[in-house]
């Protein structure tokens, strides 16, 4: 199972992220827990310098912006062939 977290606040941006990733897990079928972290002191734990961000498997894949589809897409493929 794939471990996908929501780095951010909560803002639109993230809200945003978290939507397109909960999108693509469903249509991929995949089988993966969705967190989000808010907690200031959590997200700078992963050294982004901005968020949102996107984490899958604790590998920080995206930040500072919002993603497209297809990119997660890729991300949660590539995630899957490593699991």
Known sequence: ???????GSGCANCKRVEQIARKVISEMAL????VKVTDYKDIMAYNILSTPGLVINEK????????SPAEVTTWLADALETA
């Open 60 to 67: 920080v894949v995206c930040s500072g912006r919002i993603p």
């Open 1 to 7: 199972m794939l471990t996908v977290k929501i780095l």
């Open 31 to 34: 089988e993966a827990e969705v």
